[in-house]
């Protein structure tokens, strides 16, 4: 498969890299044999030659940034063996030896098995060139090369990484993927002699219908006019560039029936025909020996020298052939027309034998049978027999042979059995790929004798494939054949074998069938020629007055025509029907009895002549051959692995560790951050350009105040240090007493900082920790250009070396996946869209249709589309399905119109039926994937929707103009189905003017799912829920959804307590959540108003609020929107509002589902082509509506709106009225919506009171209360006149003594600032003698000697902890004080 890769995002570790000196501009000349172009438009060129051991390969690529490629086992990432490299602006070429995992940042391979041999890089063009072994024996991380079909990866960007630990993703058309045979020798088209002619066998303009995802195509040709014997000695495909999707392979036949002329001369002016329909001419099913036959992703072939086919009847030849074209469309497009074909090389200058091509393998039948879901073999048998009979006393030599199977082939080889022994393999390709096939020339041509055996086998991997396959024609049926080009040239065409219907039986349980043969005319036999029919057709075919249809042709369904006698379960049912039946499939014991029959079982064998007029001889029942297999070649591997560094040099490194997220925390890449999320902590690396220090901390605002700060940097002496800190506000963060981050290493180099620590997510340190979770963090980073002159004192960073970036910490990291062919991409762009100077808000709205599908396709992603430029201006995305009764009708006029402003005036009536979101990408996201198990069904008929809206939602509160926009999303769709169709529910608060935010207060409003809404839509079992988004707008402060259940509330769904509006990306839910019907949910916002002095209102603006959760889940169901607000009363009684005149218009606008009239919108649309709607974008702000609600009494409110009330300052001075109206919204009566996709509106609103329940009880994580620092003096065992303290910052006079063991003079002092006059001597095993100094943070007086083990090796063995006496009586939770470690960085 023509898999591609959707994400390489190459995560480069801090080693130091195999590198060569200053590179030249060139490299000395090579001669490699092989040369492909790797992608469509030249820029990536792979070379390479194959030797005995191993493989030398050159890329030669159109950039001057990095450059990967790799080798995977399917086309993607996972399992795949990567190179990288590049060459730096200096010259240096950069080379390491990669594995991936799959969709997450390939790791360096602690085996490095790749060796440079030079490279260089000019204004255009990187060069690499580098060797390794085709096996190297790394069998847990290298992809062992060999013979087989072998996927390339490859990859590349326009920058070199930023340093030597990160490189920024490729573009997406910079990454491919391409089959090639490595060992094969090259196609070398020769220049040949005068006496060589071409002949081009080509397709005559031929028509793919739309309505067949396959054709094969049959046309008659004639050899050229020749005077005596020629021979073809190649050809090459001839494949018109704009159909290389659709052909797939070329077959030609030879036609062998006497008196040929008078058969074959009628069709030569024909265009051609289906093969094997119904219509094709009985005189063309004689085409079937093999003449050459070609595969997509083959080149062609030039026979070896001493070889050539033979042309003509009178010279052992044929003289009229079959062209056979084996056409794919399986997005049955239309209007494909094609004049592909073969160029045949023919020549009279005769070689020394003349060839011929065996068909061997599995017979064409519909008793091929693989089952769904399951990896499987087939095999097909050339009997001994067969060859005894047909070869000559010496046998036939064949040097090239072609492997061939369909979709599911995955492993092909060509077993060879001699006096029952196994002799070696004729051909295998353990890693088939269907899209690339080409013949392969023996490196030795192999020997076949007559009696010797043949076992074409094929595995099948079926595991994604939920329906039974059978052999036949079409892509998605199934065939297992091999060609063999062989001389001398001898009379057999065609060996193959198939299980008989008895094993079949058997092997399923049938005890007895009605019928003993199949119906209808078999492939393996052949009908009488009918001439005078035939002279009939063809005239009615000249003549234009033949008008069959083409139709796929199933040759499974001849199975129809076995009905099954007993057993009594099966009685009068069609094998066919019980193949097709799921259940059979899941009875894993009938399945390894049907297999173990259609493998070890009897078989029926053909052996063809190719000029026999029938078939030769009566079917053959055959056995499975009794023979000796070959013993499995094993090749050794030695010990003498080479080591992870090349250059053997790890100084200014880190050890390895694969990270699962990445983040640049500013613009212009100066600061990186990586984390892995553990069950516990959290793994965090900071990469850093400067050489000063570097803070990175965790705030409850994105500001200073009440910040956790870790602070560190690296001396000039290499020296490490990290402190854990926290800020009251705009001074110098404070020393923690708590010191709750581990470093656990770090360096520098010429222009980077790196830093690696961990901490837990609770530290119990309440007071000056920010404790991390799930929630939103708000991540505030900083740095310098130079180190802190001391602990206590350091530089300000420049205004551009600091900033802020919301993280979901827990999260796992978006990653594009590589996809399979299947997968088809589907783009919804805005067009252009103008945003106006005078808004600050914008929602604009547009039309899309699907993409045309013939069958039910699966939403399985989206990935956002965002201009650059307007990064700052999209916010969000939703797109909707949209429901109405005849869809077109009302959809179709708008699809070329560029859209509207939503919720507008002139926002077309039919688009307010677009309700239904299938998903939101919002600021800070980057898309999502949905699991495995989940899609979202297209197309109406299919129970999705045929027409979709996009609203997009736009930021400009400076109001710039001249801002125009084309962002949008792109979505990933297959029609490989998923096992449940998905669905989104919108849950909350009514988008409404009725919900209320007073000023300068924190409010908390909320929105229901009502119980009577899940009770009526959900199916019994529920639905699964299995990711969300909540969303608010400018004041959303926290946002939870809780879930009730008889009486009890369960545990919250998804709560985030620091919402940040401007980062929302969905969130995965670790488990899956079951919703029942007659559940409740309730979605709480809080909201923080305190900086507002007027009320807030709901509405779409980003200064209106909104309060909701969008939920993915499965089955899917007809329910699009549960939501609730307060009624009016609740809200007039809150302002003390005793009687209105109109409230009853509000009611109105709000339940009335509005009639669509059709002549008003076709007028609308016309006037929007034409230009000639002129109506101006003004804000939408629906609190406006509360202008209509004019108050009756009290007096004091006389003739005033509802708005001017609560627009009045004076309504919110009452602190008693306040505290009633926030009861009143939350915990009183709302108005529930209940909205469902597939009718004409909502369900009649239910006033709901909030609901009964017994809240869940918080959960409290419990801190040991041994956390404390200790306080107190300690004495050392070993000394119990050395005395212990811990001092606090600023208090540079007390000091901590603790002894050495065996050195009771030795002291050390552990002082948080200004204590120069201590040192620590600690020696380890081995070398009491060699010391490493170790300074407290700022004080490079302050020394602690630490002496390394004799045979300890840099950056490999971990440095102990310090023993626990040190710092607490306890070891459990113990306390560290400022981490400091030397120029070699160690993990504790």
């Known amino acids: 498969m023509m898999a591609v890769i959707e994400v390489m995002m190459i995560m480069m570790v801090a080693r130091d890299f195999s590198v060569n000196a200053q590179a030249p501009t060139s490299l000395p000349p090579i001669d490699l044999v092989h040369q492909v172009v790797l992608d469509q438009t030249g820029k990536y060129v792979m070379r390479w030659t194959p030797r005995d051991n191993d493989i030398i390969i050159e890329v030669q690529v159109a950039t001057t940034g990095y450059v990967g490629l790799g080798f995977s086992p399917n086309g993607g990432m996972k399992g795949a063996d990567i190179v990288l490299g590049w060459v730096d602006e200096s010259g240096e070429v950069f080379l390491n030896d990669r594995y991936s995992n799959g969709y997450e940042p390939p790791s360096v391979d602690e085996s490095q098995d790749v060796e440079l041999l030079g490279g260089y890089q000019n204004d255009t063009h990187t060069v690499l060139r580098f060797s390794r072994s085709w096996n190297t024996c790394d069998h847990g991380s290298d992809y062992q090369l060999s013979g087989d079909t072998v996927r390339v990866i490859w990859a590349y960007d326009d920058e070199d990484p930023f340093n030597m630990t990160s490189m920024q993703q490729h573009k997406f058309d910079h990454r491919g993927t391409k089959s090639l045979y490595l060992q094969e020798p090259p196609l070398i088209r020769t220049n040949f002699n005068e006496d060589v002619k071409t002949w081009d066998i080509l397709s005559s303009n031929v028509s793919i219908p739309s309505n067949l995802k396959t054709l094969y195509w049959c046309k008659i040709f004639k050899i050229p006019s020749l005077t005596r014997k020629n021979q073809v000695i190649g050809y090459v495909p001839v494949i018109e560039e704009r159909n290389l999707a659709h052909v797939h392979h070329i077959l030609l036949y030879e036609c062998h029936l006497p008196d040929s002329g008078r058969h074959y001369e009628k069709w030569l002016d024909i265009d051609g025909r289906q093969c094997y329909g119904p219509n094709m001419p009985v005189s063309w099913t004689y085409c ?98 067969c060859t005894q009979k047909e070869f000559p006393e ?54 076949i004798l007559p009696g010797d055996s043949l076992i074409t086998e094929c595995t099948y991997d079926a595991t994604r494939k939920p329906k039974v396959t059978f052999g036949g024609f079409g892509t998605e049926e199934e065939m297992c054949l091999s060609f063999l080009g062989y001389y001398p040239r001898i009379n057999l065409s065609i060996c193959t074998s198939a299980p008989r219907l008895e094993n079949i039986m058997n092997g399923l349980g049938i005890q007895d069938i009605y019928t003993e043969k199949l119906p209808g005319k078999t492939l393996e036999s052949r009908a009488d020629v009918n001439e005078q029919k035939e002279m009939e057709l063809a005239q009615a075919i000249r003549s234009g007055n033949d008008s069959s249809e083409m139709k796929p042709v199933l040759i499974s369904r001849f199975l129809m025509g076995v009905i099954v006698k007993s057993p009594e379960k099966y009685l009068n049912t069609s094998l066919y029907a019980i193949l097709n039946d799921e259940m059979i499939w899941k009875d894993e014991q009938l399945v390894a009895q049907l297999q173990k029959e259609i493998v070890d079982g009897n078989h029926n064998s053909k052996c063809r002549s190719r000029n026999a007029v029938k078939m030769r001889g009566v079917t053959t029942e055959i056995p499975y051959p009794d023979f000796t297999p070959l013993e499995p070649i094993v090749e050794a591997c030695g010990a003498d692995r080479r080591s992870q560094d090349q250059s053997g040099s790890t100084a200014g490194s880190l050890p390895l560790m694969d990270f699962t997220h990445r983040v ?62 926290y800020s009251n506000g705009y001074e110098p963060p404070s020393v923690d007493e708590s010191q709750d981050a581990e470093l656990l290493g770090g360096y520098q180099n010429d222009t980077h900082t790196v830093l690696r620590f961990s901490r837990s997510w609770n530290t119990c340190d309440h007071g000056s920790d920010y404790q991390l979770s799930g929630d939103t963090v708000r991540v505030i980073w900083a740095y310098n250009n130079e180190d802190p002159v001391d602990k206590t004192s350091m530089k300000r960073h420049e205004y551009d070396q600091r900033g802020t970036k919301s993280l979901y910490l827990q999260e796992p990291q978006f990653i594009l996946p590589s996809f399979s062919e299947d997968v088809k991409m589907w783009d919804l762009f805005s067009p252009n869209v103008s945003l106006p100077g005078n808004l600050d808000t914008l929602y604009w709205c547009k039309l899309f249709k699907m993409p045309p599908l013939t069958s039910k396709n699966n939403i399985i992603g989206y990935a956002s589309v965002i201009e650059e430029k307007n990064l700052a201006h999209v916010h969000h995305i939703v797109v909707y399905e949209c429901h109405i009764p005849d869809s077109a009708r009302h959809f179709e006029k708008w699809l070329d119109l560029e859209g509207n402003q939503c919720f507008s005036p002139n926002m077309p009536v039919s688009w307010k039926y677009c309700r239904t979101p299938i998903f939101g990408w919002a600021i800070g996201s980057e898309g999502e994937m949905f699991p495995d198990h989940v899609g979202f069904p297209i197309g109406e008929e299919h129970g999705g929707a045929t027409y979709y809206m996009m609203e997009t939602h736009y930021d400009n509160p400076s109001q710039q103009e001249g801002i125009v926009d084309a962002s949008g999303i792109r979505i990933f769709y297959t029609d490989r189905l998923r096992k449940y169709d998905a669905g989104t529910i919108m849950f909350g608060h009514s988008v409404s003017p009725l919900h209320i935010i007073p000023p300068n207060q924190k409010w908390l409003s909320i929105g229901h799912c009502h119980s009577s809404c899940t009770e009526k839509e959900l199916p019994e079992n529920g639905i699964h829920l299995i990711q969300g988004l909540p969303h608010a707008h400018l004041l959303g402060s926290s946002i939870s959804l809780r879930h009730i259940r008889d009486g009890q509330e369960l545990p919250r769904i998804l709560t985030d307590k620091t919402y940040d509006f401007n980062f929302q990306s969905t969130r995965i839910l670790k488990e899956e959540v079951t919703i029942l019907p007659g559940d409740s949910l309730i979605t709480e916002c809080g909201f923080d108003a305190t900086r507002r002095s007027r009320p807030t209102f709901g509405g779409f603006g980003t200064q209106e609020e909104m309060c909701l959760t969008f939920l993915t889940y499965y089955p899917r169901v007809n329910l699009s929107i549960c939501s609730s607000a307060p009624p009016m009363e609740s809200i007039l009684q809150g302002v003390g509002i005793q009687e209105v005149y109109n409230s009853e218009q509000m009611h109105e606008y709000f339940s009335e589902i509005l009639e669509v009239d059709e002549e008003k919108e076709t007028e609308l649309a016309q006037a929007m082509r034409s230009g000639n709607v002129t109506s101006e974008m003004e804000p939408i702000v629906l609190a406006e509506l509360l202008h209509l609600v004019t108050v009756k009494a009290p007096e004091k409110y006389l003739n005033m709106s509802l708005l001017e009330i609560l627009n009045d300052e004076a309504t919110w001075q009452d602190d008693k009225m306040l505290a009633e109206f926030q009861d009143r919204v939350v915990t009183g009566n709302h108005t529930a919506l209940c909205y469902i996709r597939q009718k004409n509106g909502s369900i009649a609103n239910v006033l709901m009171s909030y609901p009964d329940f017994t809240p869940l009880e918080p959960t409290v994580e419990v801190c040991d209360a041994d956390q404390q620092v200790p306080t107190i003096p300690m004495s050392s065992a070993e000394n119990p006149g050395s005395a212990t303290s811990v001092s606090s910052a600023g208090d540079p006079g007390s000091t901590t ?57 840099a950056n490999t063995i971990p440095l102990k902890p310090l023993p626990c006496p040190f710092i607490v009586a306890s070891c459990k939770n113990r306390r560290k004080p400022f981490t400091q470690l030397g120029n070699r960085p160690h993990f504790y």
Not at 690 to 714: C, E, H, Q, R
Request: aromatic fraction near 8%; charge should be negative; proline fraction near 6%.
């Open 1297 to 1353: 003594s603790v002894s050495s063991a065996g050195d009771p003079g030795s002291t050390t002092s552990v002082s948080s600032a200004g204590d120069p006059g201590s040192t620590t001597s600690v020696s380890s095993a081995g070398d009491p003698g060699s010391t490493t100094s170790v300074s407290s943070a700022g004080d490079p007086g302050s020394t602690t000697s630490v002496s390394p083990s004799e045979n300890a090796v």
């Open 288 to 385: 079937s020996s093999t003449f050459v036959a070609w595969g997509i992703g083959g080149e062609g072939q030039i026979y070896p020298d001493n070889v050539g086919l033979p042309m003509g009847e009178e010279h052992g030849g044929s003289t009229y052939i079959l062209m056979e074209v084996h056409y794919d469309n399986p997005e049955l497009k239309p209007d494909i027309v094609d004049s592909s074909g073969v160029r045949i090389y023919y020549t009279d200058r005769l070689r020394q034998y003349d060839a011929g091509i065996l068909m061997a393998g599995h017979s064409i039948t519909p008793m091929q049978i693989i089952p769904p879901n399951r990896k499987w073999l087939s095999i097909g048998h050339c009997t001994g027999s």
């Open 394 to 447: 010496g046998g036939i030599r064949v040097f090239e042979g072609i492997l061939h199977s369909h979709l599911l082939g995955s492993a092909l080889k060509l077993r060879h059995i001699r006096d029952n022994k196994e002799l070696p393999f004729i051909a295998k390709d353990m890693s088939y790929d269907f899209n690339y096939q080409q013949s392969r020339i023996f490196k030795d041509e192999v020997i």
């Open 664 to 725: 640049m925390l500013d613009q212009s890449g100066n600061y990186f951050m990586l984390w892995t999320p553990l069950e516990s902590n959290i793994t965090i690396e900071v990469q850093v350009a400067t050489t000063g220090y570097v803070g990175l901390g965790f705030s409850p605002n994105g500001g200073m105040k009440g910040a956790d700060i870790v602070m560190g940097w690296v001396d000039n002496s290499g020296n490490v240090f990290l402190h854990d800190r």
